[in-house]
């Protein structure tokens, strides 16, 4: 298993940028293929992104794919997440979230989760 602390949320303007962390404890974190969530008030959760094992290869949401970019870091048991170009929709909790196995394409399966971090962008 694995837990996951994220930090990073915070009050931008429109137009701004964040980058959001997630640390992971335990010997096993390139075991999981990592991806970004979030949920608006009202809504559902929201896939965004989803990166592989090694970090090797992306899987990213339309809504975000020239605005924001996954990494990681093995080494440091992190995966972050860098927004640019914010808007106010996308005013949200950010959660993080581990799947263990290979496809970084397979949406289902993120067993484990942070706590959320939470992002508001004014106009």
């Known amino acids: 298993q694995v837990q996951l602390v994220e930090s990073g949320g915070g009050l931008v303007q429109a137009g701004g940028s964040l980058r959001l962390s997630c640390a992971a404890s335990?010997?096993?974190?390139?075991?999981?293929?990592m991806g970004w969530f979030r949920q608006a008030p009202g809504k559902e959760r929201e896939f965004l992104v989803a990166?592989?094992?090694?970090?090797?290869?992306?899987y990213y949401a339309d809504s975000v794919k020239r605005r924001f970019t996954i990494s990681r870091d093995n080494a440091k048991n992190a995966v972050y997440l860098q927004m640019n170009s914010l808007k106010p929709e996308d005013t949200a909790v950010y959660y993080c979230?581990?799947?263990?196995?290979?496809?970084?394409?397979?949406?289902?399966?993120?067993?484990?989760w942070g706590q959320g971090t939470q992002v508001t962008v004014s106009s």
């Open positions: 335990g010997r096993t974190f390139s075991s999981y293929v």
């Open positions: 990166i592989s094992r090694s970090g090797g290869a992306t």
């Open positions: 979230a581990a799947r263990y196995g290979p496809n970084v394409y397979n949406l289902s399966g993120y067993d484990y």
